[in-house]
């Protein structure tokens, strides 16, 4: 595990790409690492800021669904998750990784299921 402020980053946290710009042909992003050398690959302190952040969020989406299932009980858990998936929130800042892990974690912190559907 990583080192973080307040915690460590699980091992099944996606270890992301800094990405790739679209164009006629794609570019991808790199950094050159203290020792010199080109990588693709998130610093040890990106990666935390990015289990920070995608941690932080899913804490806000468990209170959301908390209390979006209190407001309606007939409403199913699976209707809830459905949504909170297809949310501009977690699609725009988040990669597909993230927001799958985000939504795993989130689930599993409800005790729900993930819909068959919701990938």
């Known amino acids: ?15 992301g790409e800094l990405g790739a710009v679209a164009g006629a042909q794609p570019k991808l992003l790199l950094r050159r690492t203290e020792a010199g050398v080109l990588s693709s690959e998130l610093s040890e302190n ?5 289990f920070a952040f995608c941690d932080d969020l899913c804490g806000q ?11 309606n009980p007939l409403r199913e858990q699976s209707d809830v ?4 998936a297809r949310s501009k929130q977690l699609n ?7 927001a ?20």
């Open 81 to 84: 998750v459905r949504r909170v």
């Open 61 to 71: 989406l468990v209170a959301y669904c908390e209390r979006k299932a209190g407001e």
């Open 100 to 119: 799958q892990w985000i939504l795993k974690r989130m689930v599993a912190q409800l005790g729900w299921l993930l819909p068959s559907d919701v990938r």
């Open 1 to 15: 595990m990583h080192e973080v402020p307040g915690g460590d980053v699980p091992p099944d946290f996606p270890r």
């Open 46 to 50: 990106e990666l935390a800021a990015r």
């Open 92 to 98: 725009d800042f988040c990669s597909r990784a993230e």
